[in-house]
């Protein structure tokens, strides 16, 4: 069962999810070792497959580097869910076939250790610790396709 | 039907007649900027991908700037697999190490910036280049990947924001100044998603290198893009200078057109400022934070690593010794020779300070000057976050290359109005 991991911050930066100093590889697993290294040194070692991201404002904002995504998704991190994303993070997202959920009042609906269970299409997470069901505005049909495709490439070569 | 100057380029990059903010077009795109951390990645994908074509090598610009030269094995590995890309495919504009620059720098100074073209790059601080009324905005790797083959991109049109710049800059402070101020007033989501269109007098009096420092800057805000409108200053910029086809298409924005906010600034009143960490938000007149302890100076980047920036830097230390270390970085190699020819070099080495090749270097905490675990660091470049130049614990306040060189000379945050 997925677990959230609530970070009750703004602005937290793709510095953050992925410092520069590591960006002398795009090798994912290698990423993945020190995602979220300069936020929470215990990250990694927290983080199960399919656990989720959930923290502030403009989540991702900064540089355009793709990394953190792949960082994310190399740490098996399951989705983000903040209440809002910088535009080039959230973007990368979709085009890595990575959901991104913009919720309003995410941290105070979800609680680090919450369980929780998505569905993207309906918009819907399912918070089982709280017995509480949340609704989200889901991503529009484009971008679940392009999600759901595997990103962007897969989605143009199927297109095509 | 009345529309801003960004809507005008994406109409017509679409093909369309008129846009509104929200619609989704596919814009043609005219340039895409390639560089060393995100474009490797880039080729990878496509190769793997079977879709390994290139829509147009004379529309692509590639140089290597963030760990160039190699700073070690890894990133040696990334320049090669660029180099090996960019030869197979014969693009046409590759600036390889001697003609490799800072990529925001080395674009528009070699002319490949063109008002009213759609140009993208694989970096966050593209969004310079609207500084020539161009729409230009940062992708990532998948992005530059799809565009790199087919030529193309989705966007959202974005709603424009009006920055209107009045009144005379004051002695002592520049354009850094003022998107500090602009950035503290908004904050780092104040434009998200948006346009920041700037208008006003105060352009006027600014070259295009100023200019360039403020639009270099909308990302910090969150914006799509920054733009500001052709002018004199920007036609005698470009004269003798762009490459390829010489004619391009002055768009403005209509008279009427729908601003969803519009942000005036007394530009006459504001002090020299520094952005504390950790955001480029934490922008304070320099009287708040003067007297501050800083352990380097680093003087260049994407943001201000022009000539206009090392000549404003070296009237300031011209006789005097730095107290700090002090990290002077050309962002070109035409700078690092101007800067040279002009004598600025011999400035900064007799004040102490050392002069790198051209690079992106410590500003993204890569090399050339990174910093430990509780130093601070006075800096011309564009973020301060957490570990940006370093060390997690380390700290960056952002400034003006003549904050920066008052604060070298002081070694603490100093007001750069006393030395002029």
């Not at chain 1, 355009?64 to 989705?79: F, M």
């Not at chain 2, 959202?156 to 602009?182: H, T």
């Not at chain 2, 100023?210 to 036609?235: S, V």
């Not at chain 2, 060189?405 to 750069?416: M, R, Y």
Request: charged letters at 25%; proline letters at 4%; aromatic letters at 8%.
């Amino acid at each position: 069962m997925a677990k959230a991991h609530t970070y009750k911050r703004d602005h937290i930066n793709t510095d953050e999810i992925i410092p520069a100093r590591y960006l002398n590889t795009d090798n994912m697993a290698e990423l993945a070792t020190h995602c979220m290294e300069d936020l929470d040194t215990e990250f990694v070692k927290k983080c199960k497959t399919g656990d989720c991201i959930v923290a502030g404002d403009d989540f991702g904002c900064g540089s355009s580097r793709e990394h953190a995504v792949w960082a994310l998704q190399g740490a098996k991190v399951g989705a983000v869910i903040a209440k809002s994303f910088a535009r080039i993070f959230y973007r990368n997202c979709i085009n890595c076939g990575f959901y991104p959920i913009e919720l309003d009042g995410a941290t105070e609906k979800i609680n680090t250790g919450d369980e929780i269970e998505i569905d993207y299409k309906k918009g819907v997470i399912n918070n089982k610790t709280q017995k509480k069901e949340i609704k989200f505005k889901p991503l529009p049909d484009f971008a679940i396709e392009i999600v759901n495709d595997g990103g962007l490439l897969e989605h143009i070569k199927k297109s095509r | 039907m009345s529309m801003t100057i960004t809507e005008k380029i994406l109409a017509a990059s679409a093909g369309k007649t008129k846009v509104e903010p929200g619609d989704i077009i596919d814009a043609k795109i005219d340039c895409i900027m390639c560089h060393d951390v995100t474009t490797p990645a880039a080729i990878s994908m496509l190769r793997e991908k079977g879709i390994d074509k290139v829509f147009d090598k004379e529309k692509i610009v590639v140089t290597p700037d963030h760990f160039q030269p190699a700073k070690d094995i890894k990133s040696a590995e990334l320049h090669k697999r660029l180099d090996t890309w960019a030869r197979e495919k014969g693009i046409k504009h590759y600036y390889k190490i001697g003609a490799a620059g800072v990529c925001h720098a080395l674009l528009p100074e070699q002319g490949h910036i063109r008002p009213g073209e759609v140009i993208i790059g694989g970096d966050s601080h593209t969004c310079t280049y609207g500084a020539f009324a161009a729409f230009s905005t940062g992708i990532g790797s998948t992005d530059l990947a799809a565009a790199i083959a087919t030529g193309t991109l989705w966007f959202r049109v974005p709603a424009s924001i009006k920055f209107v710049l009045n009144g005379k800059l004051s002695k002592g402070v520049y354009s850094k100044d003022v998107i500090l101020a602009v950035i503290a007033k908004i904050g780092t989501d104040g434009a998200l998603y948006k346009a920041m269109e700037f208008v006003g007098p105060t352009l006027k009096e600014m070259t295009m290198e100023a200019r360039m420092t403020i639009t270099n800057m909308a990302i910090e805000a969150g914006a799509k893009n920054g733009i500001i409108g052709f002018d004199e200053i920007t036609k005698k910029y470009l004269d003798g200078r762009v490459k390829g086809k010489k004619e391009y298409t002055v768009y403005e924005s209509d008279k009427d057109a729908k601003y969803e906010q519009t942000v005036k600034i007394d530009c006459s009143k504001l002090e020299p400022i520094v952005a504390l960490p950790s955001l480029p938000s934490g922008g304070k007149p320099i009287g708040d934070c003067a007297g501050m302890k800083m352990d380097q100076s680093y003087i260049g980047s994407c943001t201000n690593g022009r000539i206009e920036d090392l000549r404003i830097a070296a009237a300031i230390m011209k006789g005097k010794k730095v107290a700090i270390r002090t990290i002077i970085v050309p962002a070109t190699p035409q700078i690092w020779k101007q800067a040279m020819d002009e004598g600025l070099f011999d400035i900064f080495y007799a004040a102490g300070c050392v002069i790198s090749a051209p690079t992106c270097g410590a500003c993204l905490g890569g090399f050339m000057g990174i910093l430990a675990a509780g130093e601070k660091c006075v800096s011309t470049t564009n973020r301060n976050f957490v570990g940006r130049m370093g060390s997690p614990k380390s700290e960056v306040y952002l400034a003006s290359p003549a904050t920066a060189a008052a604060s070298a000379i002081e070694g603490k945050l100093a007001d750069c109005r006393k030395y002029m």
